[in-house]
């Protein structure tokens, strides 16, 4: 995706110290990835506390934030945070605020390649080993450094949509390997919807996770049905992967544009104004939900992309609307 939704554990397994019993019921995590337009100061907000208290009105379980780290062209890594020994409060409080609610929270750590040749996180490649080295070297200690932080986390996620770059598997071993040191929550990776098969260090983590931004439909005008078949299809390529790796699958991201083309391109970072698009939009998200919903215990979850905290601007895929929270509701506080 080009920006910023999502064998067997359970909600409860995940997350026992600050939930003891599922208070959902059936242990599958509803989650939200709770977004920014800034650098994220707005997670360590007492507007977050009650973002939360909103979301659980919903039947959310489980929230996400995505810790940001500058990418360059010459494959420099670099945050404030890295090696910091001030506190970063925009990581840690919204895990203790969590935690309070009896919500699990995943820390996604992201990349943000605005201002530099890449167009999405995807697009990031360094033909020169120099630049590539340089990569991983100062990538290992941001996202150490966010790991330590983040300690108290339920799923820690080690990278994000890096499809050039999975290859070096054994780079990337290492710094599971190196992760695991510093903090005990379930890790993943976040492969994007076309490359999850490709990604050769699914055994060293505990879930396969998956930017969940599949098209559905090249039909211009899909139908219910014709979304439904579009998952089957979904369905039945991530529960083979669930079974060549016997780990769970946890959708990192999912979400639908409010758009005419929400079913062709899921990922396409547009909006439309029109009936036709709001309803394809919630028809979109309705199915996935059911679909998920219907899939016991390979399926660890989902985080939606996306909303914010309150007074925080936003618009695409924004999910903070009565037909939304209509679907949400329905979905989950029922299920």
Not at 61 to 86: E, K, L, M
Not at 151 to 175: P, S
Not at 258 to 269: D, I, V
């Amino acid at each position: 995706m080009r920006w910023v939704l999502g064998g067997l554990l359970t909600l409860t397994s995940l997350c026992a110290c600050h939930l003891g019993k599922s208070n959902t019921g059936d242990g599958l995590l509803k989650g939200m990835t709770i977004s920014t337009r800034e650098w994220g100061h707005v997670w360590g907000t007492d507007g977050f506390g009650e973002t939360l208290d909103r979301l659980k009105e919903l039947g959310i379980n489980s929230v996400a934030i995505h810790p940001y780290a500058r990418i360059f062209a010459d494959g420099r890594v670099s945050s404030r945070w890295t090696d910091s020994a001030r506190r970063p409060i925009h990581i840690t409080r919204p895990i203790e605020e969590a935690h309070r609610r009896g919500m699990a929270m995943m820390i996604k750590p992201h990349l943000a390649y605005w201002g530099t040749p890449f167009s999405w996180r995807g697009a990031i490649r360094f033909d020169r080993e120099d630049q590539r080295q340089r990569f991983f070297d100062t990538y290992r200690q941001w996202i150490l450094s966010v790991a330590r932080w983040a300690k108290a986390a339920d799923i820690f996620v080690v990278g994000c949509e890096l499809k050039h770059l999975i290859g070096d598997a054994e780079k990337w071993r290492a710094l599971i390997a190196d992760v695991r040191k510093v903090t005990s929550a379930k890790l993943t990776y976040a492969a994007n919807w076309d490359t999850v098969e490709r990604v050769r260090f699914w055994r060293e983590l505990d879930l396969v996770g998956v930017q969940g931004y599949f098209p559905l439909s090249e039909k211009k005008e899909p139908t219910v049905e014709d979304l439904k078949r579009g998952w089957s299809g979904v369905v039945d390529r991530l529960r083979g992967m669930h079974q060549r790796t016997g780990k769970p699958i946890v959708f990192t991201e999912l979400g639908y544009n409010r758009s005419s083309k929400a079913a062709q391109e899921p990922w396409a970072y547009r909006t439309e104004p029109t009936q036709r698009a709001g309803e394809l939009q919630a028809q979109c998200l309705e199915t996935a939900l059911q679909t998920i919903n219907q899939q016991s215990g390979w399926i660890e979850g989902v985080f939606l992309w996306k909303w914010f905290v309150r007074h925080s601007a936003g618009t695409n895929f924004l999910l903070d609307t009565p037909r939304i929270h209509r679907i949400l509701t329905k979905a989950w506080r029922t299920r």
